[in-house]
């Protein structure tokens, strides 16, 4: 309720909205995050395929659907158990293209160097960004190289932006889940955040733990062959929770889950417990939640199951009629738990 | 010649070629950001289309001439006379694009922000991306925001990524300027570098020499319909001379330039005269170099005198036959100069 409201005159002197600085959690992926967007960068670039708010763009260019995203890489350290940077600077954004349906194509990187980074851990990177490119079947087509003096940035920053093309008839968006999709998570999550943090920090479980990093559009294009695929999203920064209450508020549905159906490995589940952190909202870059039309559902499964990068999937739950923009998990000892966005950073540069 | 010659065992201590770290000079777009681009990037992500070291790539997606281009910008400061990072980020993408001949249709933007940056700031750079957006007729359609902790950056950096479409029939690459092409300049050199320098410097003249900062595609769709284009280039990093040594190289021509038809403000000759520099290696965000074929030079000319980003377009001289791969400058007193790609940085952080 705002102070011009008759008969209610308190103002907030403290306001949470109007924050007079950056601060980490605005680059969370969470609450802040949606807050810049919706205050700053939307009424600035107001246009339509903008206002959908998925992580990639859908095009019309001369008659062809191309999508396009882009994404900074920020990560510390540059190497973690499991992979670094430069493999993640490939994944991350071949993964948000293949999260519309499209088939990845054409890669562009853009480089922010610290004066005095070493040449030979540049080179290192550049070869992992390489071999991930390969990986994923695509091509890194342009690029830029800017060299900021030392103490102006944290050693290396990476930029890529992905084209790919959008095969016809195929509609994926986070505002197209509907009231009964099964919801199917490709795999355990909180790996490649837990990894990323143990080694920032030197934890002992470092090793055991590893990102989960990887190129996710061969997963897609068997599960677009196998069924009817309504919304997609990699739960990066923010985790699962986050990508669902994205997806419940852009669709205007409910959701229902089975926190026990959730696969979290022994060791991020205990890495997590001490650091008082919660799976559900920690940050992966090989996974992805479906809501897959009830009818094909058991095929998607099927086909998912059928590959590595998804032999671990499994329905987690459904988009219900019901309390529609909310998620709702039915926890271990039976309660139920209402999710919702996190407020802040839970783990900043993760990615 | 290397120590594995016979008869020659000459070894040196301090290899040019072999830096150990990365300097500033690795982000001047001259001869160390070629070395670094031939040595570690293209042997990385080695392609038929990165290999042609356009600023630009052009993409066949699914039957679409498609241009794509990216740069992060990490201008200090943050705004300057004429201009500011937001409006350059816009500009410089839209530009890239246009030096193809295509018509720059959507941006990406990803933000890498330092905590403690202030949200006015931010929100008046943002504005001001908007109205480049707009002035340049592009819809910025997905984007990015990664925050650092204070210390990690330096307040701010863009990445922005342009698509566009080429019209059929245009094929304008630096590779394609051929011997008897005019050279025509669209304007004064070295404005935005000496107006982003004087301002950093905090020097007299600032104030009097601003920024040339413009979006140049409605100056490139005269000239396509006016003749008919070889090559173009938009002279920023580096300069103009940068620019004609990158194109001589890669088409196989000579030139000769005559340095009494370059035009050059008073005030930007008087200042680069003051600190040093040569105006021909200074930066420039709002001009471009054309070689055009000599049956239609005259009407390209016109035609780009007849609007406002092109009244002071002028030819400065010619490709030819002779001395491939070399730029001839007739100097005012009657000589000749060779110019060369700058082997490092004259003004860091100009873009």
Redesign the interface.
């Known amino acids: 309720m705002s102070a011009a409201e008759p008969g209610f005159t308190l103002t907030c002197p403290v306001p949470i909205t109007g ?9 969370s992926g969470g609450r802040l ?1 949606a807050q ?2 919706r205050d ?2 939307l009424p ?2 107001d ?1 339509e ?2 206002r959908k708010l998925d ?3 859908v ?1 019309d ?4 659907r ?1 999508a ?7 990560v ?1 350290p540059l190497v973690f158990p499991g992979g670094d940077i430069g493999e993640l600077a490939i994944n991350g954004t071949v993964n948000d293209l293949a999260m519309s349906g499209a088939q990845p ?2 890669l ?13 851990e ?2 290192q990177l ?2 992992s ?2 071999s991930a ?1 390969k990986a994923a079947e695509v ?11 030392r ?4 050693k290396l ?1 990476i ?1 890529t ?1 992905g ?1 790919g ?1 959008v095969p016809d008839g195929v509609k994926i968006s986070a505002s197209n889940a509907r009231a009964g999709d099964q919801i199917i998570l490709s795999g355990t999550i909180g790996d490649h955040g837990m990894a990323v943090f143990s080694k920032r920090e030197g934890l002992e479980f470092e090793g055991s733990i590893v990102s989960d990093t990887a190129p996710l559009y061969k997963l897609v294009r068997a599960m677009l062959e196998a069924g009817e695929i309504h919304a997609l999203r990699d739960p990066t920064r923010g985790g699962l929770a986050t990508s669902l209450c994205e997806i419940a508020v852009a669709s205007g549905v409910g959701m229902e889950l089975d926190s026990r159906a959730i696969p979290v490995r022994e060791d991020v589940k205990a890495a997590c417990e001490i650091l008082g952190m919660d799976p559900l909202y920690v940050a992966n870059e090989g996974k992805l939640v479906a809501f897959v039309d009830a009818s094909s559902a058991d095929a998607v499964l099927k086909a998912m199951c059928a590959l590595p990068e998804g032999r671990d999937a499994v329905v987690i739950g459904q988009a219900v009629q019901a309390h529609g923009g909310m998620v709702l998990l039915k926890t271990e000892i039976g309660g139920t738990r209402l999710l919702d966005l996190p407020f802040t950073e839970q783990l ?2 993760i990615c």
Request: proline share 2%.
């Open positions: 924050r007079k600085s950056i601060v980490l959690g605005h680059g995050t810049l967007i700053l960068f600035a670039f246009n395929i903008l992580d990639q763009a095009l260019v001369a008659g062809a191309i396009m995203t882009t994404d900074s890489f920020v510390t194509l054409y562009s990187a853009a480089f922010i160097l610290e004066e005095g980074l070493p040449m030979a540049l080179a550049i070869e960004m390489s490119a091509a890194v087509v342009t690029g830029d190289t800017k060299v900021v003096n103490g102006s940035a944290d920053f930029t932006t084209v093309l900043p540069r």
